[in-house]
Nanobody
Framework: VQLVESGGGSVQAGGSLRLSCAASGSGFNFNEMGWYRQAPGKQRELVATFLSGGSTNYADSVKDRFTISRDNTKNTVYLQMNNLKPEDTAVYYC??????????WGQGTQVTVSS
């Protein structure tokens, strides 16, 4: 399984970015893929994820600013991030459950928001 993120970068506060995560291989669960982030000195935290049944879950800090979406034909999950804030600065990771207790992670993409 490979999860390849792209779309990170540096923006000013109030700006937007769209992250992409392309999944390949077998054994990943496309229906429950999501995005996490880790800021320096902090634990990795949930940003947004799809849940079984098609619903979504967002961290309170990003609700109404970030939107998770997906393209089933491309096995790609997106994270549209609007009205970015300096506290959104982190490495963003794509995650997919696998079979049993397996979890797959992408390599991460850096998002830096300056004030």
């Amino acid at each position: 399984v490979q999860l390849v993120e792209s779309g990170g970068g540096s923006v000013q506060a109030g700006g937007s970015l769209r992250l992409s995560c392309a999944a390949s291989g077998s054994g990943f669960n496309f229906n429950e893929m999501g995005w996490y982030r880790q800021a320096p000195g902090k634990q990795r935290e949930l940003v947004a994820t799809f849940l079984s049944g098609g619903s979504t879950n967002y961290a309170d800090s990003v609700k109404d600013r970030f939107t998770i979406s997906r393209d089933n034909t491309k096995n790609t999950v997106y994270l549209q991030m609007n009205n970015l804030k300096p506290e959104d600065t982190a490495v963003y990771y794509c995650r997919s459950p696998g079979t049993g207790l397996l979890v797959y992670w992408g390599q991460g993409t850096q998002v830096t928001v300056s004030s």
